[in-house]
């Protein structure tokens, strides 16, 4: 039976050319097309005791947005101190004046917990903010796109009551970088993350949140390093694997360097969680492989530290007596793979432990098909790397 192929996916298979040319071609052919602008409300409860780090995230934030939108697709507001409260934060997100085409894009950094009953809130040094109320003061202006992202911890408390780190600017963005117009200008629906799954969210005075710091760095990342089924596009399902591995690494090594400095880390994991990751392309979802094509699970472990990375591993499928020892020489890498039969859904994760490091890392692997095996660049990239460096 013939059927005819929607016009989005039509693009995103042009678009696998950036494959061959070696670098993507969103602007001539992206699916959907590019929001005219965007709305930022950058909101950091500075009047808690978690100033420092939060200026250092707030610096970090407006950095990658002043280097990656140009100033004409952007509006940014950014409300501090006094500013960040309850009623002046739904105020601000139920003011903005977003016309058909744009999106809004909502950061917090700050305390943060889970009440049993009403949900997850952001903690104000003035008093709680739900995020459901967020959600709801976010989503009625009818955006195409409403990208919602915390940085607070998410730990069940119940509800009461109503260093000078090294972040420098490179400069005004003059156009705009693939990875972000997919994740900001081309993506549709809600987007709903917050940096950890009902636990502590952490950070330092000197560098600001864990969360924030891998945020920004993924958001830097090429659509190469962030197209997980390769075809030329990219969205939220598959910007977060990799949001997801990579907080867990830099957590597990900022721990260490926290513990090597005689600070109290209680936790041994910070895992992000999503909500929402808003609408797919029809051109996303796993199919099962054809005649003689294979499917890998596959994870590519970079070693950017200065020392041997001793490890063990196993797949989650496997029996928990299955663990594997692994060695990873200074600067190297290393595919790790798991054939699988059809498609897996994002509870298949490589467990992973590092010698020296606290805690099992749970890394989201990414889906290869094809003749023969993967290659290292065929595999979701896991960083290991040393914050002291």
Not at 28 to 42: Q, R, S, T
Not at 339 to 358: C, M, Q, S, T, W
């Amino acid at each position: 039976m013939c059927r005819s192929i929607p016009w989005t996916r039509l693009l995103c298979l042009v678009a696998i050319v950036y494959g061959l040319s070696g670098s993507p071609l969103v602007a001539a052919v992206g699916a959907p097309a590019e929001l005219k602008k965007i709305h930022i409300i950058l909101v950091f409860d500075t009047l808690s005791d978690l100033e420092e780090g939060l200026r250092k995230d707030q610096q970090r934030l407006e950095n990658l947005i002043q280097e990656t939108i140009p100033d004409t697709r952007a509006s940014v507001k950014v409300l501090t101190g006094n500013d960040a409260t309850r009623e002046k934060i739904l105020s601000c997100c139920r003011s903005l004046k977003v016309a058909p085409g744009e999106g809004v894009w909502f950061y917090y950094g700050g305390h943060g917990a889970t009440d049993s009953s009403k949900g997850q809130y952001v903690n104000l040094k003035h008093g709680p903010l739900l995020r459901s109320e967020l959600r709801q003061a976010l989503t009625e202006k009818k955006a195409d796109l409403v990208v919602l992202l915390t940085d607070c911890c998410s730990t069940h408390i119940p509800l009461k009551g109503p260093g000078k780190g090294g972040v420098v600017s490179r400069g005004k963005a003059t156009t705009l970088p693939a990875t972000m117009s997919w994740l900001l200008f081309r993506s549709r629906g809600f987007v709903d993350i917050t940096a950890a799954t009902d636990n502590t969210a952490w950070g330092d005075i000197k560098d600001g949140g864990v969360f924030t710091r891998t945020v920004c760095a993924s958001m830097r990342k090429t659509i190469r390093e962030l197209d997980r089924n390769g075809d030329g596009c990219l969205t939220w399902q598959e910007f977060f694997p990799t949001l997801r591995n990579q907080t867990q690494l830099t957590f597990a090594d900022w721990a260490r360097d926290m513990r090597k400095q005689d600070q109290p880390v209680p936790v041994t994991v910070q895992i992000p969680r999503s909500y929402s990751l808003g609408e797919p392309l029809l051109t996303q979802g796993n199919t099962h492989p054809v005649g003689s094509l294979k499917s890998y699970a596959a994870v590519s472990l970079q070693n950017q530290t200065e020392k041997v990375l001793g490890f063990r591993y196993r797949w989650s499928n496997e029996s928990p007596t299955g663990w594997k020892r692994g060695d990873l020489k200074a600067g190297s890498q290393l595919l790790v793979l798991a054939e699988v039969a059809g498609p897996i859904n994002d509870n298949f994760e490589l467990l992973i432990e590092f010698d020296g490091r606290h805690g099992t890392g749970r890394l989201i692997p990414r889906v290869w098909k094809g003749k023969g095996k993967p290659t290292l660049a065929d595999g979701e990239p896991a960083v290991v790397s040393s914050m002291s460096k």
